[in-house]
């Protein structure tokens, strides 16, 4: 009994001869169990307080341990985010690729389509150049050619009064080619009146006549020496010579 | 469990690390495929254009076509039949005409079956009838 003191025990060996013993016996015992209750009051505070922190060092550790797995669940989820979106872009990536590659072989026929087009407008471009060349000089040189070949006409027409026309005939009086002269300056007053003799040539080169205007009264006859001698100029001659006659008789 | 976080966590930071290059993987083919999609439309431009001068060329095709059938109704026709003309003038009267000459005087030459003779006339002092007369005096009636 180390709560007894030394002290007390003197007291209580002391008491033995006295008459309050049970007084101060009583008393010290009361004493006694205060210091007890006390002690034991102390141990329960203590044992409360163990307990408490106890139960806090529990309780935050379980909150740690909570939080934690908290977190790593987060984790995980975002690891999981994370893994769907890769694959997701994965898939984007491949499409575009798939659409890069699209593009570029439309490109590359486009490019081809472009070649040969401008190949085409190439060869064609050289060869009309070669053929305007060509057809235009031959159409100088023909244009030349016709120029001088007027020339002659029209001084035959304007001097000599003689114009002579070509008519493909398709009657079937005369098959092949027509014909016609026109002899003016023939009347005095009148130089341009026409005095026409109309005329076909068949194919073995004889001549026909076709008609006269003004008629001529002996033109059967001059037909039939025509085509007796096939003689043009002098026929021609001898009708101007009747026109003449007619005009200035 | 440490090294089963530390593992997690740095998976994780390998896909941050790849998710980032992968994003910058889509920016570059974007920006390519751009760029393809830019040169796919300049393609199709230089094609109507190039298609529209091959129109304008088959347009002068057409142009070069009508002249080139100007030229061969003159080769086949025109010229034929004024050479012709120029033919049976000659036929009738046997005569040349000189051209460069004043623009009154007619000359020429006659020619005749046993001689040449020359042609000198001024137009502006005669009357059209007495030179036509003169000229046709040249072509014989006899038969």
């Given at each position: ?20 013993l049970?007084?101060r ?52 989820e975002?690891?999981q ?33 472009k ?135 | ?40 439309q ?40 004024a ?38 006339i ?22």
């Amino acid at each position: 009994m180390s709560c007894l003191s030394s002290s007390k025990i003197q007291l209580i060996m002391m008491s033995v001869t006295d008459p309050n013993l049970s007084d101060r016996f009583t008393s010290a015992m009361e004493e006694i169990h205060n210091e007890h209750l006390k002690t034991y009051a102390d141990i329960v505070d203590t044992t409360a307080d163990l307990s408490h922190s106890h139960r806090q060092f529990v309780k935050s550790a379980l909150d740690t341990c909570l939080k934690k797995c908290k977190d790593d669940e987060k984790l995980f989820e975002t690891i999981q985010t994370f893994k769907r979106e890769l694959g997701h872009k994965k898939m984007i990536l491949k499409e575009k690729q798939l659409a890069i590659s699209d593009t570029m072989a439309e490109v590359q026929e486009k490019e081809m389509q472009k070649e040969d087009i401008i190949q085409k407008i190439q060869k064609l471009k050289e060869e009309q150049i070669k053929r305007k060349d060509l057809i235009q000089f031959q159409n100088a040189a023909n244009k030349d050619r016709l120029k001088n070949l007027q020339k002659a006409r029209l001084v035959f027409q304007d001097h000599l009064g003689l114009e002579i026309r070509t008519i493909l005939g398709k009657t079937q009086l005369v098959k092949g080619e027509k014909l016609q002269f026109v002899f003016r300056y023939i009347h005095p007053s009148d130089q341009d009146s026409a005095y026409v003799i109309t005329m076909g040539i068949k194919e073995n080169g004889s001549y026909q006549i076709v008609s006269s205007d003004p008629v001529v009264d002996c033109l059967p006859v001059l037909e039939s020496r025509l085509q007796e001698t096939n003689n043009l100029q002098a026929f021609l001659a001898n009708v101007r010579k009747e026109f003449i006659s007619l005009a200035r008789s | 469990m440490a090294q089963v976080e530390e593992r997690a966590g740095r998976g994780l930071l390998d896909m941050q690390e790849e998710k980032q290059r992968r994003d910058h993987e889509l920016e570059s083919l974007e920006q390519q495929l751009g760029r393809c999609t830019a040169k796919s439309q300049t393609a199709d431009a230089e094609i109507q254009f190039l298609q529209r001068e091959l129109e304008s060329l088959r347009n002068s095709e057409h142009e070069l076509e009508a002249l080139q059938n100007q030229v061969d109704e003159d080769t086949t026709e025109v010229i034929p039949s004024a050479v012709y003309v120029a033919q049976v003038y000659y036929l009738i009267t046997k005569i040349k005409w000189e051209y460069d000459t004043q623009p009154n005087i007619l000359k020429g030459v006659h020619y005749g079956a046993d001689l040449a003779t020359p042609i000198n006339i001024d137009t502006s002092a005669r009357s059209r009838n007495d030179v036509s007369d003169q000229l046709w005096a040249f072509v014989s009636t006899e038969w």
